[in-house]
Structures are given as C-alpha cells and as structure tokens.
C-alpha cells in the first residue's frame, strides 16, 4: 500500500440519477486535480475495484445511494466499515456492484485502506439521460462539500 488518496466515481450515466458519482468525479477532474491524488472513473464497477483499492492509503467512493430518511439531492459522508449499521438492503447503490457486496469484499480480502463513500440520495433511476432536476440544482454544493471533504484527507 502506498500513501496515495484515490478519488472513485461509480455509477451508470445511463440511470439518469445513477450516474452522480461519475458526473462529480469529472467536474473534479476538470477544475480541481490536487497532487497526489488519483481519480479513477469505475462506472457500474467490477471486481477489480476491490484489487485497485488495495494500493492506496484513503480511498473515497462517490455513487448515488438509495436509502430511507434523505432527501434527493442530499449528500452523507461516512466510512465504508459503517455500512453495516447504516444501509439495510433498500439502501444501496442503485447500480449491479452495490455497497454492500463492496463492504462484504472488504472484509473478506482484510483491506487495509481507509475507505470512505460520498453518498448521494438519488430521485430518479430509471433509465435515461441527465440528471434529475433535483440533482442539478444541488450539484454545485454537492461538489464543494466533497471537495473540502478531499482537501481533509
């Protein structure tokens, strides 16, 4: 493992809301690339995630989530080893490779890193193009408070 931060975005663009985490990972990209830090786009997923993860320090995991209690739009920050007390089986990402089956590779490989999820309430998942209007009009505060977020690491 190294020092190094990586950010990830997952999601699918083509789940309208779905796709949040790579639609943040790119403004990121375009406006505000910090040394030493990775940005990986990881769309739907796949398991080689878990193998990528593995070489780096902190990790932060930006995707939609669907869960009970938040508004569209509404952003919650926390550690990947929370996930067993905060998200139940309807709260989950929205995509094939979700939090869960994440957290539960986690475990089972002992990854050392720190990892953290940007979570972002989703509106709309169904499929299709763009945002919900939700989602949009939040979009610019999303992506200040993950960046300050990052700045922390």
């Not at 699918?12 to 639609?23: A, E, F, K, P, Q």
């Not at 398991?47 to 209690?69: C, N, P, Q, W």
């Not at 309430?121 to 939700?134: C, F, M, N, R, W």
């Not at 610019?140 to 690491?153: C, G, V």
């Amino acid at each position: 493992m190294s020092n190094k931060i990586a950010v990830i975005g997952l999601g699918n663009t083509l789940r309208r809301d779905d796709g949040i985490g790579i639609v943040i990972l790119e403004s990121l990209l375009a406006f505000d690339k910090k040394k030493g830090i990775e940005y990986l786009n990881f769309g739907i997923a796949s398991f080689d995630l878990v193998h990528r993860m593995e070489r780096y320090e902190k990790i932060l995991l930006i995707d939609a989530i669907d869960t009970s209690g938040l508004m569209a739009g509404e952003l919650k920050i926390f550690e990947l080893k929370d996930i067993a007390y905060n998200l139940k089986s309807s709260a989950t990402s929205t995509h094939e490779f979700d939090l869960k089956s994440l957290f539960e590779l986690y475990k089972r490989f002992e990854l050392k890193s720190r990892i953290y999820v940007a979570g972002i309430q989703v509106k709309d998942a169904s499929y299709g193009e763009g945002l919900s209007a939700e989602l949009k009009d939040k979009l610019q505060a999303i992506i200040e408070k993950i960046n300050t977020f990052i700045a922390s690491l």
